[in-house]
């Protein structure tokens, strides 16, 4: 009994790291030069609370919730959202959860200062498929591509990475002192 108990607690896990993203995606916080979701935020979350494989899942889950049609993406559902111009920072999701995982997992995300830098490396990093995806399907070259899908988005993942450092790191602090 206690394997399918673990199984599902594992699904009900990824299934509310899914619901977070999404509802990250569906919270829009003005700024300039370009509102800023949330979605970059619950992804580093999930990644960083559930670990590695639990916190891609996670993603998986939430790509798939989006290709079946619910409305969990920043700008729309279905297929289409993951053939078009976000498609590569969606499907960097992935990586960017299980690497947030796995510098948790390896003890390399501990304090906020180290939290802080894993967070901000790991939105550095999604921006290589998100960028190159823009290459390949729009008329767009690397400097085009970097203007319209990068350089918008530094200032608010910066602030969404020094916010996941700040709450991991205290989430992690609470769970310590109730565990006493």
Known sequence: MGGTESAFR????????AMLITLGARLSVPM????????????????????????????????AMGAMGLPVFVAGAGVPMLLGPTAGFLFGFVAMAWAAGLAAER?????????????????????????LWL???????????????????????????AMAA?????????????KG
């Open 107 to 131: 003890g390399l995300a501990r304090g906020v200062l180290r939290t802080g830098l894993v967070a901000v490396a790991l939105s550095a990093a999604l921006y290589v498929p998100g960028v």
């Open 32 to 63: 300039w030069p370009v509102p800023m979701s949330l979605q970059t935020l619950a992804v580093l979350m999930v990644g960083f609370g559930l670990g590695a494989r639990l916190g891609a899942a996670s993603v998986m889950t939430y790509l």
């Open 135 to 161: 290459v390949a399907i729009t008329p767009l070259d690397i400097l085009g591509a970097i203007n319209a899908g990068m350089l918008p988005f530094v200032m608010g993942d910066v602030i969404k990475a």
């Open 166 to 178: 700040l709450m991991v790191t205290g989430a992690w602090a609470a769970l310590k002192r109730a």
């Open 10 to 17: 594992k699904g009900v896990m990824v299934l509310a790291g």
